[in-house]
């Protein structure tokens, strides 16, 4: 998802791949596709697309994910969309 950036290197998202049990539902939920399960174990493939809705940490058994949902690229790329649609209200930084 090259399209969705906001600034590098700032997404809280985390792996902690000893605890990963390779079963994929990170890379299932993620809307940005930014998980790849290979060998069994879940790695982060393109960690400046995440938009830290928080659906990968929600749905991992293991608790092998975590991220702080809202803070960063979700909060300001839905705020943009909503004043692209509706024109009320403005982007706001994270």
Not at 30 to 37: A, M
Not at 74 to 78: C, D, F, R
């Given at each position: 998802m090259k399209d969705f950036r906001y600034i590098e290197g700032v997404a809280t998202l985390r792996l902690n791949a000893?605890?990963?049990?390779?079963?994929?539902?990170?890379?299932?939920?993620?809307?940005?596709?930014?998980?790849?399960?290979?060998?069994?174990k879940a790695a982060i493939g393109d960690l400046d697309a995440c938009m830290e809705c928080g659906a990968c940490a929600r749905n991992c058994p293991a608790d092998a994910i975590t991220v702080t949902p809202g803070v960063g690229c979700?909060?300001?790329?839905?705020s943009a969309w909503i004043h692209q649609f509706?024109?009320?209200g403005g982007t706001r930084c994270c």
């Open positions: 000893a605890k990963c049990i390779g079963c994929g539902m990170c890379e299932t939920v993620c809307p940005h596709r930014i998980f790849l399960v290979r060998k069994k979700a909060a300001y790329i839905i509706t024109g009320t």
